[in-house]
Nanobody
Framework: QVQLVESGGGVVQAGGSLSLSCAAS????????MGWFRQAPGEEREFVGT?????STTYADSVKGRFTISRDKDTVYLQMNSLKPEDTAVYYC????????????WGQGTQVTVSS
């Protein structure tokens, strides 16, 4: 099992920045990728971005150029710049095991609110 704990959410004005972190513990050697998702009220959960063990990253078009994912051993970070009110959501960290077909582990989520 892998446990994920997010931190860093909060309230920020539009145009501002916020940084989230997610610390993984447990069987972290199983983890191939760590990613971020978000879910706004009344919306489906959506992919934000991911960082793979080979150092590559992928971002959703909606955040490309504004958000940056970095990874330091068992912690993944999400630096969010130029925030918009539509970025308001609960942000979830997730981990993808080697050989898996989907994200296997999820954090509890952290609220990000961007005021206009």
């Amino acid at each position: 099992q892998v446990q994920l704990v997010e931190s860093g959410g909060g309230v920020v004005q539009a145009g501002g920045s916020l940084s989230l972190s997610c610390a993984a513990s447990g069987r972290t050697f199983e983890v191939y990728a760590m990613g971020w998702f978000r879910q706004a009220p009344g919306e489906e959960r959506e992919f934000v971005g991911t960082s793979r063990s080979d150092g590559s990253t992928t971002y959703a078009d909606s955040v490309k150029g504004r958000f940056t994912i970095s990874r330091d051993k068992d912690t993944v970070y999400l630096q969010m710049n130029s925030l918009k009110p539509e970025d308001t959501a609960v942000y979830y960290c997730a981990a993808f095991k080697y050989g898996s077909g989907a994200y296997d582990y999820w954090g509890q989520g952290t609220q990000v609110t961007v005021s206009s």
